[in-house]
């Protein structure tokens, strides 16, 4: 089946150390993105890529990094810098639009990362 | 600055009690609102997207609709298994393709 993938579900993080949360999709869409969730809020935007090597940051980027050097692979990689990295985080991916269609954004079911 | 507000917070209703869920957007240059279903500790499910003011969408017991500052997620008659999160967002012309979402209202629907 088409999907994307996110994994671990669970992830745990101890102080000073890095972590990469992986993002793989099978739906050949060009746009990949990745959401913070924190409890009472909405998703924000930590970066995007419209397409292969490309990438931008989006509202709450600091703190994390992005690589994208396949279509379908998108990994999330939140550093030390990052000092308030428990969360739910999500990744998406978007068809390219045809005619005036506006296509919509797919998720995964997300990694919950934690602070050991 | 481009906001999305969703009302209530929360809402519980007995099943079989309609009511609907608001999302209020002031955006310069709507391209689109979509409405996501989603489950405790699942990512949201794509539901409906709305282009413009009038224009209505319905799947099951749902029925979207949008004006020129708002739209409406009308549940008719709704089921326990329509508990869940829903959420609203807008692609604004100014976004790229990115999204901003509102933080959601979660239903609850009891027998």
């Known amino acids: 089946d088409g999907g994307i993938t996110q994994s671990p579900k669970y992830l745990f993080r101890k102080e000073g150390q890095n972590v990469t949360l992986s993002c793989e999709q099978n739906?050949?869409?060009?746009?990949m993105y990745w959401y913070r969730q924190d409890p009472g809020q909405g998703l924000r935007l930590i970066y995007y890529?419209?397409?292969?090597?490309?990438?931008q940051k989006g509202d709450i980027a600091e703190g994390y990094s992005v690589s994208r050097e396949k279509k379908e692979s998108f990994p999330l990689t939140v550093t030390s810098a990052q000092k308030n990295p428990t969360a739910f985080y999500l990744c998406?991916?978007?068809?390219?639009?045809?005619?005036?269609?506006?296509?919509?954004?797919?998720f995964g079911d997300g990694t919950r990362l934690s602070i050991l | 600055e481009d906001q999305v507000t969703q009302s209530p917070e929360a809402l519980r209703l007995q099943e079989g009690e309609s009511s609907s869920l608001n999302c209020s957007y002031t955006v310069s240059g709507l391209r689109g609102l979509f409405w996501y279903r989603q489950d405790p500790g699942k990512g949201p499910e794509f539901l409906f997207t709305?282009?413009?003011a009038g224009e209505e969408k319905e799947k099951e017991r749902l029925k979207a609709t949008l004006t020129k500052k708002e739209s409406f997620l009308h549940i008719t008659a709704p089921k326990p298994e329509d508990s869940a999160t829903y959420l609203c967002?807008?692609?604004?012309?100014?976004?790229?393709?990115?999204?901003?979402f509102g933080k959601g209202t979660t239903l609850s629907v009891s027998s």
């Open positions: 739906l050949n869409h060009d746009a």
């Open positions: 967002a807008v692609h604004v012309n100014q976004a790229g393709t990115a999204l901003i």
């Open positions: 890529s419209q397409i292969v090597n490309d990438f």
């Open positions: 998406a991916s978007r068809n390219r639009d045809r005619g005036n269609s506006n296509q919509p954004q797919h």
């Open positions: 709305l282009y413009s």
